[in-house]
């Protein structure tokens, strides 16, 4: 990276300009529909729907977010995304960096067989299993509880499996004959060698899952009652008037406290993102 | 005693040289995986097979005491439903229009934001947003800008010609949905590529560029090739998504969706699938049309591994690879 | 939350009131006993708070005392019972969380809990034999679940009930009663209304209609449809291409159910007897009925998909007086007129400007049919594992606390005639409502036919087929008589499956 400073070059000045101006058109367009939220969010229902626009609340209305923290059990509601989310990420990325592992290094009898059936399972719609599965987790006595996750975590996922894998196919090989010289068991060189190097793809798989976990409203809503679902089922449906249409106004407060965790673990992942490969023994 | 062992060793060194070594990595392989199969083979196969069944029977989702079996009629049905041939075109529009757009712009970000550029984290978590905003501010949010008669870019445009009403989400539905789908997934598409850019050896690129190479060259030769294998998993996941795009139109045109109420240009394949499930009970035809579309899919994921060899450049394989 | 602020605190405290009240007034000897047994207790704990509420509630007391005791009174003694657990679909705005642990406190051992309604949970739980006790619905839905033998036969349980007496059921119930799928109206219990309204009223914003130069219509007589879409049409503002107020708001999910009763009004149907065909296309008075509703659309006095809702549906819009008129009934007057505790309601200088009129006539010569079409209700499972139970929560939340607390809160009728006078009048524009509410009442004896061969809760088979259709006439993709051709096609199909299906 240093080398690139060195020289300061006219044309190097205009790329950087030219660079800047992109990222600042693209942070615009992408930025300010999730500015239109975050500012509705503090607005009166009347102000959020004006026409014409009305871009700044006349009064700030925290009152939004004392609402949607205080019409639903939102803590509660929010504990119950957090264990799971934490629960199905941490499970699932043993078990899917374990498995895309095997699937990047180990070419034994039936390994291609199982790599088919993984995407096989990525591209089968989820709703033609869907009712059958529960059938399957009623007849266990599983449905609302939170077992599922753990057994979906257990499971691994194939979209993470087929991404560790395509990751693990660059990291070089002498790597990994060097250790097996040295006498490394097919585990230790998983947890020694692949692992340390994978930071960024351990970040952004445990990113995706918690992600995904956080906000998914579906299959808590197929498989918990309400006393036991998740942040993500009650803000669709927790802020309503008593004929059952929604309330806004809380719902953008609700869906901007709940939108947080998510920033935060981004903000704090991507820099695990950054961390450049330690590639000691390369030279070969 | 050495050269006993010597006599003895050699010629079972030979045979055990392979064997064991294979026969270990046979059992590691399994071992790694065992997680994922034992799961898979007790919890989802079941539901698989019944999910084929289901394909197979009129089912409607509540009559399952009268439920007839079908066999492939449903199937057969596929073909001469003039809507489920309308909507698979619009399906592989959708994608062919998606697929690449998403891929090069969220590469061409992830590259930028590779960069020692000042801001970086800023602009990153920033790209990342719109996928944490929730399902159910979307479309408000879209609609608030594109609507017809009180839209903030017609309110724009009016300015300059008063009156005017352009009926984005009607007229222009295909672009317009495309773009809320491209704001919605780049910032997931960056990520991964990020990850995989940070990958790449510092050494290699440095060992080029003081070998005199100029940064095309090394994006070229050195950066490409090495990105191969994830340009390959996002193409493949691309084709998977788009190809089953349901939850962008149905948000943006509100309750109308499960209809099939969206606007025409957007008449998706899984659109138009929930329609015959939900509106006309037509389960068991809906699970065998999404079949038929997995069924595709599975193929050209074939078509695309088929072609890895000629592009893809796997580290592990060109180095002599793993046995 | 807002409208939901009478809670069961404030329901005791007045039933203490009532309890002191009535034992000084002239009541029949039996009931005076009755309550001084019962409520004795009651009114020694509230005492205190007797005096800080009798200030607020004055008026409405007297109604609603009357009332409140009779249900407390009248609540069947619980017999020896098991401890069950009874699962109830049901939108959380509908059934609070208090009013959950309310049933759990009193009526231990039997626990209640909710799960959102959601159409494939409903399927997937079916499946596993394993249904919800008590499922949420609306009328068009109840054929075709009688068909497929899903609910519960609750005709013996009402008729030994004390709360949820036959003959104070409202005639809305009727959409829950038969003795089979293709002759709904009277005959065996099988569910039964939470609330409901007449749908077919108009909601008029007079503010408007003045801007416009018109006379705002009368609440006292109907006008016709022909009238209706005059004004519509008068009433739209443009702006070049732009559409600033539309004349009418119209639900397109209820086409049909909208078709239906028009044509009962004239004594036709949009179905043959047995329900085995749908008689649009060619039958002249259903076209009239579909094409009523396509020119308005045409001329964008009406949303549509090349003119839509900016706010998402018509609510917020006739709020904000961009909407003229607005075809909905008197549960939208939870959001017109608000609540006691809301701050929903006309927006800026539209408030107070909204009335309601009564439903129109589709012909000066039909019969005045002012019904629900929706009947939002509840049934209960075949299957359920404790049937006294799940008859205990559906009793309680179709009769007892819960249903006073929407009788009172104004989001519609009560299911209880015996309910009627605790639908809130508190000021002048809930008087207005009310006013009229209470004649259309008299005209809403109808049971509106549903096919069972068809699916009928949204989407709903003719409505999906509208909207597949409808953007693509109105764009010239297909003319009008192309439209209601395709629809015929393609609903005769579903028909037809349906009744393989179910036969």
């Not at chain 1, 264990?83 to 180990?106: D, E, K």
């Not at chain 3, 679940?145 to 349980?157: N, Q, V």
């Not at chain 3, 008075?285 to 659309?297: G, N, P, S, T, Y």
């Not at chain 3, 007129?337 to 400007?353: D, F, Y």
């Amino acid at each position: 990276m240093t080398v690139r400073y060195i020289r300061m070059h006219p044309t190097r000045a205009l790329s950087s300009f030219l660079l800047y101006a992109l990222l600042i058109v693209v942070a615009f367009c992408i930025g300010l529909p999730v500015f239109w939220f975050l500012i509705s969010s503090i607005k009166t229902e009347s102000e959020y729907i004006a026409y014409p626009i009305k871009f700044l609340p006349k009064v700030v209305q925290w009152k939004n977010y004392v609402d949607a923290v205080t019409l639903i059990d939102y803590w509660g509601y929010a504990s119950h995304s957090l264990y799971l989310a934490l629960m199905y990420s941490t499970l699932c990325l043993i078990t899917s960096s374990a498995a895309g592992f095997a699937f990047a290094r180990f070419k034994v009898r039936g390994s291609n067989t199982l790599f088919s059936i993984i995407l096989a399972m990525m591209i089968v719609p989820g709703m033609v299993t869907l009712i059958p599965q529960f059938i399957v987790y009623s007849r266990l006595h599983l449905t609302n509880t939170y077992w599922p996750w753990f057994l979906w975590g257990v499971a691994g996922a194939p979209f993470h499996i087929f991404l560790f894998r395509q990751f693990f196919t660059t990291i070089p090989a002498q790597l990994e004959e060097a250790a097996e010289v040295d006498g490394c068991t097919p585990f230790r060189v998983f947890w020694q060698i692949f692992l340390p190097n994978s930071k960024p793809v351990l970040a952004t798989s445990f990113i995706f899952n918690f992600s995904s976990t956080w906000s998914d409203w579906f299959g808590p809503l197929i498989y918990l009652d309400d006393k036991r679902t998740t942040l993500a089922v009650k803000i669709n449906h927790g802020y309503q008037n008593a004929h059952g249409n929604p309330l806004m106004m809380p719902t953008l407060a609700a869906a901007t406290i709940y939108a947080l965790p998510l920033i935060i673990l981004f903000f704090i992942g991507q820099k695990y993102i950054i961390q450049g490969v330690v590639t000691s023994g390369i030279k070969g | 005693m050495a050269t006993a062992e010597v006599a003895v060793a050699q010629p079972e060194r030979t045979a055990r040289h392979i064997a064991p070594r294979v026969v270990r990595r046979t059992v590691a392989f399994y071992a790694f995986v065992a997680p994922w199969l034992i799961c898979f083979v007790a919890l989802d196969i079941i539901p698989i097979v019944l999910g084929v069944l289901t394909s197979m029977t009129d089912y409607d989702g509540l009559n399952l005491a009268t439920v007839k079996w079908m066999g492939l009629k449903n199937y057969a049905r596929a073909f001469t439903d003039s809507d489920v041939a309308y909507s698979f075109g619009r399906s592989v529009l959708w994608s062919a229009i998606n697929t690449p757009t998403w891929i090069v712009l969220s590469f061409t970000l992830a590259l930028i934001l590779n960069q020692a550029v000042k801001g970086r984290d800023f602009f990153r978590t920033l790209y990342y947003l719109p996928s944490v905003v929730p399902v159910v501010a979307v479309a408000r949010i879209w609609a608030i800008f594109l609507d017809t008669n009180n839209g903030l870019l017609n309110g724009i445009l009016s300015l300059f010609r008063p009156g005017t009403a352009v009926r984005w989400l009607s007229d222009y539905a295909l672009p317009a949905c495309t773009a809320i789908s491209v704001w919605g997934g780049l910032g997931g598409g960056m990520i991964i590529f990020l990850a995989g850019l940070q990958g790449i050896p510092q050494e290699l690129e440095e060992a080029a560029l003081i070998d005199g190479a100029n940064k095309l060259r090394v994006f070229r030769h050195i950066t490409i090739p090495l990105m191969t294998p994830l340009i390959f998993f996002q193409l493949i996941m691309a084709l998977i998504t788009s190809l089953q795009t349901f939850a962008l139109p149905m948000i943006v045109y509100g309750g109308g969706a499960m209809t099939g109420g969206v606007a025409r240009a957007v008449y998706l394949y899984v659109i138009n699938t929930y329609r015959h499930i939900f509106a006309f009970q037509r389960f068991g035809y809906g699970t065998a049309l999404l079949w038929l579309m997995s069924i595709v899919i599975m193929g050209l994921t074939l078509v695309v591994f088929r072609t890895a060899r000629y592009w893809v450049y796997y580290e592990s394989e060109a180095a002599g690879g793993a046995a | 939350m807002f409208a939901k602020k009478l809670s069961r605190r404030d329901l005791l405290k007045l039933s203490a009131i009532g309890a002191a009240g009535t034992v000084l007034a002239a009541c029949q000897p039996q009931v005076v006993e009755k309550i001084v047994k019962e409520t004795v207790v009651v009114e020694k704990e509230k005492q205190v708070q007797v005096e800080v509420t009798k200030v607020v509630e004055k008026e409405v007391q007297k109604e609603v005392t009357k009332v409140v005791e009779k249900v407390i009174t009248q609540a069947p003694q619980p017999k020896a019972k098991a401890a069950s657990e009874v699962a109830m679909m049901m939108w959380g705005g509908e059934l609070s969380d208090d009013e959950i642990k309310q049933y759990n406190t009193d009526h231990a051992p039997y626990k209640l809990s909710r799960l959102d309604p959601d159409q494939v949970r409903y399927f997937a739980m079916l499946a596993a034999g394993n249904p919800p006790d008590i499922y949420r619905l609306q009328a068009p839905e109840v054929p075709g679940l009688l068909a497929r033998g899903i609910p519960l036969d609750l005709t013996p349980y009402f008729e030994t009930s004390m709360v949820l007496k036959i003959d104070d059921l409202a005639a809305a119930n009727n959409f829950y009663k038969g003795n089979s799928p293709l002759d709904i109206g009277t005959g065996k219990i099988w569910g039964m209304v939470k609330d409901w309204s007449p749908d077919c009223t108009i909601w008029v914003n007079k503010l408007v209609f003045q801007k416009a130069g018109l006379t705002p219509p009368p609440d006292d007589k109907p006008i016709t449809y022909d009238q209706v879409f005059e004004f519509a049409q008068k009433l739209t503002k443009k702006e070049g291409d732009r559409i600033l107020i539309w004349g009418l708001g119209v639900e397109w999910g209820w086409v049909e159910r909208f078709w239906e009763v028009w044509l009962e009004a004239i004594g036709k149907s949009l179905f043959s007897n047995d329900f085995s065909k749908f008689q649009l296309q060619g039958n002249e008075d259903a076209v009239k009925c579909a094409k009523w509703h396509f020119d308005l659309a045409k001329n964008n006095n009406v949303q549509n998909p090349l003119s839509p809702s900016p706010r998402g549906w018509i609510g917020p819009d006739f709020l904000a007086g961009q909407i003229a008129m607005c075809q909905y009934g008197f549960w939208y007057s939870g959001m017109v007129t608000g609540t006691a505790n809301t701050e929903t309601g006309m927006e800026g200088e539209n408030k107070g400007q909204a009335i309601m009129i009564p439903a129109p006539l589709w012909t000066d010569k039909g019969k005045r049919i002012s019904t629900t079409i929706t009947a939002t209700g509840s049934i209960c499972s075949r299957i359920t594992k404790d049937p006294d139970a799940t008859w205990d929560v559906f009793q309680w939340y179709n009769g007892q606390e819960p249903a006073v607390t929407r009788a009172k809160g104004g989001w519609g009728v009560p299911g209880l005639k015996s309910f009627y006078p605790m639908i809130p009048e508190y000021n002048e524009e809930r008087k207005q409502v009310k006013r009229v509410l209470m004649e259309e009442i008299k005209n809403s004896e109808w049971v509106v036919r549903f096919n069972p061969f068809l699916k009928g809760g949204e989407p709903a088979a003719v409505g999906a087929s509208w909207a597949t259709y409808f953007e693509r006439t109105l764009k010239g993709e297909f003319s009008f008589e192309q439209m209601i051709g395709n629809i015929q096609k393609e609903i005769d199909v579903a028909i037809k499956e349906g009744m393989d299906r179910i036969l």
